[in-house]
């Protein structure tokens, strides 16, 4: 049976990640927690709006209302990267060679390992980043679709154009497709290679978190009362293809899902705190956390494929062992 270690906080949880292996918990005040031989904060933001954990340099990058952006190491080393005066920074991406992307109003800046910083301005406020997983390519989530910039090369940004608001962004792990959440109940894709539409809708609620499963062959996304799993195998992604339901629940919606490191088996975090694990192949599931305070609002899964840590809206924290 999986067993929980909880850590009860107050606040909105924005991240729960792993560094080291050791979980770490940013929160909406600017405070991160970390579980490293007992409990230990190191102050980050003042006001803290967005996180995004970096694989490659094991860290975690964030941005927030002080218009600042902060890596957070193991052992609780927190650094200033970058600033932008007194405006919001509300997302960020990590990149390859160390590379980071921020967005505060219309302007996305890049910043590079060697402290050099480069900006792109948009007609509207930038919503989402996300870097591609080859080559340093940058894409940006927009009000009418999305922009690819190249920002170690001088020249034209591709347009990719779809009518509303986009808000989030995400590249394919194999780097053929971008997906966005909407501020409407869907998510739109392009298939790079053609410009490719992928349309994904029918979500009674707006997408607020994505996973890709291992080697990019699914993409699991919350919004409903079940994770909704869409099937990128095909080269032209989940077009004409129906999406797996994992883990449906009656009227409680998924709001977070973290697809397993190596298996086709994913986590999917509920708003009543309620956290289980789905299997693509046959739909198995096993309880891994019984209801708690607030919903779920992110996840990971460790290195050795065992834990997974998770933070909720109301502060409601944890570890949980699948091994028990």
């Known amino acids: 049976m999986p067993t929980v270690a909880p850590l009860d906080l107050e606040g909105h949880c924005i991240a729960a ?9 940013a929160f909406a005040d600017g405070s991160i927690h970390r579980l ?19 694989a490659a340099g094991d860290r975690l990058i964030t941005g927030g209302e002080d218009g600042k952006v902060f890596s957070v190491r193991p052992g609780g080393k927190v650094e200033e990267l970058a600033e932008a005066g007194r405006k919001w920074i509300t997302s960020v991406a990590a990149g390859p060679q160390g590379a980071v992307a921020y967005g505060s109003g219309r302007t996305a800046y890049v910043r590079f390992a060697d402290g050099k ?14 870097f591609a997983p080859k080559g340093m390519r940058v894409g940006v989530a927009r009000y ?10 001088d020249g034209k940004p591709t347009e990719l154009e779809w009518a509303g608001a986009h808000t989030g962004i ?6 053929q497709f971008l997906v966005t959440t909407m501020q409407e109940n869907a998510l739109h894709g392009w298939k790079l290679a053609d410009g490719k539409h992928m349309r994904m809708s029918g979500y009674p609620a707006k997408v607020k978190s994505l996973s890709w499963a291992a080697k990019g062959r699914w993409l699991a996304s919350s ?6 799993v869409w099937p990128f195998q095909g080269k032209d992604g989940p077009m004409g293809k129906a999406p797996l339901e994992l883990g449906t629940r009656g009227n409680t919606l998924v709001t977070c899902v ?13 708003d009543d705190g309620m956290v289980i694990a789905s299997r693509f192949a046959d739909a198995k599931e096993v309880l891994l956390r019984r209801p708690g305070k607030g919903a779920i609002t992110s996840m990971m899964w460790d290195r050795e494929e065992r834990r997974v840590v998770f933070g909720s809206a109301a502060g409601d924290c944890g570890v949980i062992d699948i091994a028990g």
């Open 144 to 153: 009418n679709g999305a922009t690819l910039h190249f920002p170690a090369a």
């Open 170 to 175: 995400t590249f394919s792990p194999d780097g």
């Open 258 to 270: 973290a697809c397993h490191p190596s298996q086709d088996v994913v986590a999917i975090g509920y």
């Open 36 to 54: 490293d031989q007992g409990h230990k904060i190191e102050p980050a933001n003042d006001g803290l709006l967005c996180a995004v954990h970096d």
């Open 223 to 228: 919004g409903a009362p079940a994770a909704i």
């Open 117 to 130: 910083v480069k900006e792109f301005q948009h007609p509207r406020s930038v919503e989402g980043l996300a």
């Open 17 to 25: 990640v792993f560094l080291d292996d050791v979980p770490h918990f």
